[in-house]
């Protein structure tokens, strides 16, 4: 396909957008940028919108970042001054017939496209992306776990909630550095996977009763499976990590009304975005390809 034919715009995120501006810059593609972390000396071919409007003005993708969408519509942008909700009028801009690449859109984003005529194409559960990201992610979390605990990862008494891709890999981890791990997981099948790894497993249900035995939880499930009846029971010193994209797992206003100890950990991939960034532009390219094919 004819790269330079194509605009594209690349909107919100974190450092890892950064890198992925850039391989698409060298496609030849033009790209424009908005919302998310601007290194000093720019990104040679990335022009730096003042918007997000006028970044999607007149272009035929758009990317958005893999962390999920905020209840209020937000892309995740942690260090753009102002919330990026992209609107009927903000999408409207683009080229048809456009496309955007994201890891998933709720329900006012696909509203907004079908009005439109733009497609959407998700990626949050590509597992092989998921996997080559999941080291970064799980590098992350260990060092929010070291920052917020006063005792050794070997031997602490840890909880994984969750046995997709991330889960597994974050037990694998865990197993490896001697921490005692357990993993709650509603399906028997990873739950057996888990047990092999060298996990000691139990179901969802048994969350309340295994509480009070924790150090650390980890949630990786974006769904509320880590309720109160759980946080009451665990210990004061505990730490609660969640690593799901919204809604999360985690009932953060009881853990937090409880006095626990709550980190609300997304976009960990963030831990080395320069390789993280070139895994996700990977799996974008081929995506960019397949909607295009022999031409723009």
């Not at 758009?62 to 995740?76: E, R, T, Y």
């Not at 903000?90 to 890891?103: D, E, N, S, W």
């Not at 969802?204 to 309720?227: H, N």
Request: proline share 6%; hydrophobic share 50%.
């Amino acid at each position: 396909m004819d790269w330079s034919k194509l605009v594209i715009a690349i909107v919100a995120g974190d450092r890892r957008e950064q890198e992925i501006a850039r391989q698409a810059a060298a496609t030849g593609a033009q790209v424009r940028a908005y919302g998310f972390p601007w290194p000093e000396r720019g990104i040679p071919g990335v022009t730096l919108a003042a918007d997000a409007a006028r970044a999607l003005a007149g272009a035929r993708v758009a990317l958005f970042p893999i962390p999920g969408i905020a209840a209020d519509g937000a892309l995740f942008a942690p260090a753009c001054p102002s919330r990026i909700v992209p609107d009927r009028a903000m999408l409207a801009g683009m080229r048809a017939p456009a496309h955007i690449i994201l890891g998933w859109a709720d329900a006012n984003l696909r509203e907004h496209g079908a009005a439109l005529g733009i497609g959407f194409h998700e990626y949050e559960w590509d597992t092989g992306l998921m996997l080559m990201r999941g080291p970064a992610i799980v590098e992350g979390l260990l060092r929010v776990m070291i920052e917020n605990t006063e005792i050794t990862l070997h031997d602490s008494r840890v909880c994984v909630v969750g046995q997709g891709t991330i889960g597994f890999l974050v037990a694998r981890y865990l197993v490896a550095l001697g921490a005692r791990t357990h993993v709650a997981a509603r399906n028997e099948v990873q739950r057996a996977a888990a047990f092999v790894a060298g996990a000691e497993v139990h179901p969802l249900e048994d969350l309340d009763e295994l509480a009070p035995r924790l150090d650390i939880v980890v949630s990786t499930v974006p769904a509320p499976v880590v309720r109160r009846a759980m946080l009451e029971r665990l210990p004061a010193h505990a730490l609660v990590v969640d690593l799901a994209a919204p809604p999360g797992g985690v009932d953060r206003e009881a853990a937090q009304s409880l006095g626990l100890k709550f980190v609300w950990a997304r976009g960990m991939g963030t831990r080395a975005p320069v390789t993280v960034g070139r895994s996700q532009w990977g799996g974008i390219r081929r995506r960019i390809e397949a909607i295009f094919g022999d031409g723009a």
